[in-house]
């Protein structure tokens, strides 16, 4: 019996190399065909590093070191393509799977994809595809990252996706899109994560439902729970020509203080904030979308305070230079808030609490420089008198000084009945002027010393 465990051993060796040997057939040959198809079908540079052949556990295709983009924006470091070796003889060839291993990609990148998606025209493809898994995904929005994440799609004859699931590694955000007519339902859950894109949002909660087809997303129901409070809404999405998105949210009880600084570096308020914003932005790319955001809303902040400048302070003690420095504390902080091309204007804001009421408007620059005006009520003779007070400085060294008027007036008063009382009415005096002759000129922001 010894022959024929030897001729047992010569077909394992004869199998083994006959496993092993493809992955020594040169297939690099093919490699600027395949760049050259490919570039024509993204409209994208793409270069390939290698092919190898393999036939275990069943015949495929590795491509290694794949790059898209003249900069790079796509790099995939690893794709299996397995085929039905039987449809390689007919009209529409089948690829059974497309895995692909290790996917980084830019946001820039992420917004060309749904142009690169869009199906052929009528009529069954040249190729099909069944199925595509992508295992260790990672977009990189600039300073966050999202990811990694692995997704999963199984597609119809057409090659329109049947379903599709994401799900981040670390098991914080899963998605799922199940067919629906005439879109595709979508629900996303997530918990403990943190938004990639626009401000660093973390979120206790989320819960998405809505609707997606190639070119657009409907989410009509948006709930979130973050920063002990709630946002509920929808957003509409759309990526048909350049690249839309438009909301609304009812926000209740959220604490301020992370998310005004996130908002806008070096913003220092704190309370709980109950707002209505509504949002909308239109650019030519993705990466574009929160440059052109426009977001408006009207506000309420209780039991809060403004950290940095002390409105009480600067209003009965009169420094031409300006105070700066303190808090204000208040019980209740109303106003509306128009935020657009990075600046932000505060309007009809109104401060009141036991010691303080106050009123103005307040405007942010792009540059994070202050510039508006506060009328702060002070108690002067038994009266209460406004004080108006100009804004200046920049959001990190915030500065309030006197008009013009109020100086004038709080120096006639001094000089007549003395400091004091004389102050505080020459001030009163000084407000009703400049409510009367308009001040404009004084009303222009004063850099921060």
Do not use: C
Request: aromatic share 6%; charged share 20%; glycine share 12%.
């Amino acid at each position: 019996m010894k022959w024929l465990k030897r001729v047992l051993i010569a077909v394992a060796v004869l199998l083994a190399a006959g496993a092993a040997l493809p992955f020594f057939i040169p297939l690099d040959g093919y490699i600027p065909r395949i760049e050259k198809e490919a570039s024509a079908r993204l409209g994208e540079p793409v270069s390939i590093k290698g092919i190898k052949l393999a036939v275990l556990p069943w015949p495929h295709v590795a491509i290694e070191g794949i790059s898209v983009g003249k900069t790079g924006d796509i790099n995939l470091g690893k794709v299996r393509v397995t085929p039905d070796l039987l449809s390689l003889l007919q009209s529409t060839r089948v690829i059974r799977s497309i895995e692909i291993d290790s996917l980084a990609l830019t946001q820039k990148a992420f917004g060309r994809i749904p142009a690169w998606a869009k199906p052929d025209a009528a009529g069954p493809p040249p190729v099909r595809v069944e199925s595509v898994r992508l295992n260790n995904v990672l977009v990189n929005f600039g300073k966050t990252n999202f990811g990694p994440f692995d997704a999963r799609v199984s597609l119809d004859g057409l090659g329109e996706p049947v379903d599709a699931s994401i799900s981040t590694q670390d098991g914080k955000l899963k998605a799922l899109l199940r067919p629906g007519k005439p879109a595709y339902l979508l629900e996303v859950r997530a918990k403990a994560w943190t938004l990639p894109i626009g401000p660093a949002l973390a979120v206790d909660e989320l819960i998405i439902n809505g609707t997606t087809t190639f070119s657009d997303a409907n989410l009509d129901q948006v709930s979130a729970k973050l920063y002990g409070g709630t946002a509920v809404g929808k957003t509409a999405i759309s990526w048909r020509k350049g690249f839309k998105i438009e909301g609304s949210f009812d926000v209740s009880q959220l604490e301020l203080r992370q998310v005004a600084s996130m908002l806008s570096p070096g913003t220092q308020v704190s309370g709980k904030l109950d707002a209505r914003p509504a949002f909308s932005a239109s650019a030519a790319s993705a990466d574009r979308l929160m440059q052109a955001l426009r977001l408006e809303t009207p506000f309420t902040v209780q039991h809060g305070a403004i950290h940095g400048v002390d409105i009480q302070k600067a209003a009965t003690n009169l420094i031409r230079q300006g105070t700066s420095g303190g808090e204000t504390r208040f019980e209740q902080l109303s106003g509306h808030l128009v935020m657009q091309h990075g600046s932000y204007r505060f309007t009809r804001l109104k401060i009141a609490s036991g010691t303080l009421a106050a009123d103005g408007n307040v405007s942010i620059s792009p540059k994070k420089e202050l510039s508006g005006r506060i009328n702060a009520q002070v108690s002067a003779v038994g009266a209460s008198a406004g004080v108006p007070l100009n804004v200046g400085g920049t959001l990190d060294a915030p500065l309030l000084y006197p008009t013009a008027g109020t100086m004038a007036g709080a120096a006639v008063g001094t000089a007549i009945l003395g400091p004091g009382v004389g102050t505080s009415v020459g001030a009163k005096i000084g407000g009703w002027a400049e409510g009367l002759f308009g001040d404009k000129d004084d009303a222009k922001p004063r850099p921060a010393k």
